[in-house]
């Protein structure tokens, strides 16, 4: 009942800086939290930021201080700036968004690949 679709991911040199965005389409007026999830080659998809509809934020320790999620909940977009880019944030980027319709339900959207590389 909820569809993501990512967009902006691309190759980028380390130390650049890419701007992610998420739109959510559906029955998007029971979402109460949306995020971006990473994996990258041979490992677990992780957590890398997360946005509650009262705008509470939540980061990886290791893109704290280099990322910034933000959320328009009236446009039901989420978007995800980084910044100082590194090799190690080489991954399929995945929007989530988290759906209250009786249950808690997570949606995911396809993927956009993030590639840092010189």
């Known amino acids: 009942q909820v569809q993501l679709a990512e967009s902006g991911g691309g190759l980028v040199q380390p130390g650049g800086s890419l701007r992610l965005s998420c739109a959510a389409s559906?029955?998007?007026?029971?979402?109460?939290?949306m995020g971006w999830y990473r994996q990258a080659p041979g490992k677990e998809r992780e957590l890398v930021a997360t946005?509650?509809?009262?705008?509470?934020?939540n980061y990886a320790d290791s893109v704290k201080g280099r990322f910034t999620i933000s959320r328009d909940n009236a446009k039901n977009l989420v978007s995800l700036q980084m910044n100082s880019l590194k090799p190690e944030d080489t991954a399929v980027y995945y929007c989530?968004?988290?759906?209250?319709?009786?249950?808690?339900?997570?949606?995911w959207g396809k993927g956009t690949l993030v590639t840092v590389s010189s």
């Open positions: 989530n968004a988290a759906v209250v319709l009786g249950n808690i339900m997570n949606y």
């Open positions: 559906g029955s998007a007026v029971g979402i109460i939290a």
């Open positions: 946005i509650t509809r009262t705008l509470n934020t």
